[in-house]
């Protein structure tokens, strides 16, 4: 798990990627409608399209004579679980904090309340 989500993330950290990604979510397209949208050539953009295939962020196709390229929506529920545990120990660490802080500084609450 955790080389596919380091491939998954290095392959989200060039913008171009991240925005072919988000191309994507809206539905297929072919490395040719893809690079339509970049300053970099057709053979750049292709590679672009190689690393996310490689992260399993997208795969291709064949229909009749096109090649289009689909977002794979199962990486995404990795990545989410990935952060999801994250973000719940920081929460769970702020809640604790809030909870230290209210014991250690009673005074301030009641003078706030009186206010």
């Known amino acids: 798990m955790a080389n596919d989500l380091s491939r998954?993330?290095?392959a989200l950290a060039d913008p171009i990627r991240r925005d072919m990604v988000?191309?994507?979510?809206?539905?297929d397209a072919t490395v040719n409608e893809l690079a339509e949208r970049y300053p970099v050539t057709l053979?750049?953009?292709?590679?672009?399209?190689?690393?996310?295939?490689?992260?399993?962020?997208?795969?291709?196709?064949?229909?009749?004579?096109?090649?289009?390229?689909?977002?794979e929506a199962e990486v995404f529920d990795l990545m989410t679980k990935w952060i999801e545990r994250y973000r719940r120990q920081a929460e769970e660490r702020y809640r604790r904090l809030d909870e230290v802080l209210a014991e250690s500084l009673p005074d301030t609450a009641e003078k706030g309340e009186a206010s």
């Open 8 to 10: 998954v993330f290095a």
């Open 22 to 27: 988000a191309r994507l979510a809206s539905g």
């Open 43 to 71: 053979q750049a953009v292709s590679k672009h399209v190689k690393v996310l295939e490689d992260a399993g962020l997208v795969s291709r196709g064949r229909d009749a004579q096109r090649r289009p390229v689909h977002l």
